[in-house]
């Protein structure tokens, strides 16, 4: 929404410390001294000084809709989008992020829910189930196998060797 704050304090007394004066959808994913802003276009929110954040440029995203998942993994987010795909970004230096693969499932326009990663593996959860992927080449994304569910499940979570999937509340 239009005027999105930032808050701080105890969680019983909330303290607005900051609004954005322009409108944002989707969710915030933070990352050490910047946070990305999901929904359309993905763009970083430099926060150094909470007080004062501010919006960068969508870049190599410029365009894209709907941010669903990230995960960031070093100087690499692995971005699952709406209509996008999964988007596998470097933003080692967020006034320039730059696109280095681009995967596409078979089916579902390209809809990537939830994305998790473990080293170049990542894990994400389409419309039609679980999509394993190796990403040690960013810009030749190969799929390593999926798995359909019949009812759906919510987000993905790996520790070590475990996949943890949460079932959506229906």
Do not use: C, K, M
């Given at each position: 929404?239009?005027?999105?704050?930032?808050?701080?304090?105890?969680?019983?007394?909330?303290?607005?410390?900051?609004?954005?004066d322009e409108w944002v959808w989707g969710d915030i994913f933070p990352a050490g001294d910047y946070a990305y802003l999901g929904g359309s276009p993905f763009r970083?929110?430099?926060v150094r000084d909470p007080s004062r954040p501010v919006v960068g440029e969508a870049g190599a995203?410029?365009?894209?809709?709907?941010?669903?998942?990230?995960?960031?993994?070093?100087?690499y987010a692995v971005v699952g989008q709406e209509w996008g795909g999964l988007?596998?970004?470097?933003?080692?230096d967020p006034a320039r992020i730059s696109r280095l693969g681009v995967y596409r499932p078979p089916s579902d326009y390209g809809r990537i829910l939830y994305v998790d990663v473990h080293?170049?593996?990542v894990y994400t959860r389409d419309g039609y189930g679980l999509r394993i992927l190796d990403t040690s080449d960013p810009s030749e994304v190969i799929s390593l196998g999926h798995y359909g569910w019949i009812s759906g499940f919510g987000e993905l979570l790996?520790?070590?060797?475990?996949?943890?999937?949460?079932?959506?509340l229906h």
């Amino acid at each position: 929404a239009q005027g999105t704050g930032a808050a701080a304090g105890f969680p019983s007394r909330p303290i607005r410390i900051a609004n954005l004066d322009e409108w944002v959808w989707g969710d915030i994913f933070p990352a050490g001294d910047y946070a990305y802003l999901g929904g359309s276009p993905f763009r970083p929110l430099d926060v150094r000084d909470p007080s004062r954040p501010v919006v960068g440029e969508a870049g190599a995203l410029s365009g894209s809709w709907g941010t669903l998942g990230v995960s960031f993994v070093g100087p690499y987010a692995v971005v699952g989008q709406e209509w996008g795909g999964l988007q596998i970004l470097d933003v080692s230096d967020p006034a320039r992020i730059s696109r280095l693969g681009v995967y596409r499932p078979p089916s579902d326009y390209g809809r990537i829910l939830y994305v998790d990663v473990h080293r170049t593996t990542v894990y994400t959860r389409d419309g039609y189930g679980l999509r394993i992927l190796d990403t040690s080449d960013p810009s030749e994304v190969i799929s390593l196998g999926h798995y359909g569910w019949i009812s759906g499940f919510g987000e993905l979570l790996v520790q070590g060797t475990v996949l943890y999937a949460g079932s959506p509340l229906h």
